[in-house]
Structures are given as C-alpha cells and as structure tokens.
Nanobody, 123 residues
Framework: DVQLVESGGGSVQAGGSLRLSCVVS????????MAWFRQAPGKKREGVAM???????SYPDSVQGRFTISRDNDRNILYLQMDTLKPEDTATYYC?????????????????WGLGTQVTVSS
C-alpha cells in the first residue's frame, strides 16, 4: 500500500520558519505530481504548494514568496519550507500524491494522502 508520512510540524511565533517533510513509500515518486494541502478548523482544505514530475511548482497568492516546495527523488521525500509564518497559516498540513506526472493544485488530482501534521503560529 502507498504510505505518506508527514513530520516537522510544531508551534512557532509569527515570522518564524518550519520545514515539513513527507516520506512516501511503495510509490513511483519521481514520476508523480506531489502537493501540500492544509485545513484550518472550520475551513475547507486548500492547496498550498504543488510540484510536478518536471519540478514545475505552483502556489496560491496567500503563500507565494513565503513557502517553497521541493522533492528528493532519490529518497522519496517531499518537503515544504515555510518562512515568514503568519497566524493564519495555522492548520493541519497534508501531503498528497497523484498518479500522473502533471496536474493542478486541486484535491481531485490526488489519490493518496497522509494523516497530517499540525502547524500552529502564534502572534
């Protein structure tokens, strides 16, 4: 079975940084689109970063310039570097994998999900 395991969440003050990691097993990682999503209490899940098999990246305006997604295809690890964090970034962050090489930052493109890691940003 495909497994995605996130780590690196925690509590940080506004302006700080965190790096999330997602280890992916039993999967053709290097040939697949990968993404990070987040969900805050009472809100819909939203995409925050996508990287396709050619390492093209996409971000929404809310995190553009602050978040950076990257991938290590030799170790099957997906990363999310989050800088200049804001209280509104507080959420559970999920790693997601899609079957295709290309796609979009929409939930429907991703078939496999991790259980999430909590990020809390205090003001």
């Amino acid at each position: 079975d495909v497994q995605l395991v996130e780590s690196g969440g925690g509590s940080v003050q506004a302006g700080g940084s965190l790096r999330l990691s997602c280890v992916v097993s039993e999967y053709s990682f290097r040939d697949s689109i990968m993404a990070w999503f987040r969900q805050a209490p009472g809100k819909k899940r939203e995409g925050v970063a996508m990287i396709d098999a050619d390492e093209y990246q996409s971000y929404p305006d809310s995190v553009q310039g602050r978040f950076t997604i990257s991938r290590d295809n030799d170790r099957n690890i997906l990363y999310l570097q989050m800088d200049t964090l804001k209280p509104e970034d507080t959420a559970t962050y999920y790693c997601a994998a899609g079957r295709g090489r290309y796609g979009a930052l929409l939930e429907s493109w991703y078939q496999y999900w991790g259980l999430g890691t909590q990020v809390t940003v205090s003001s």
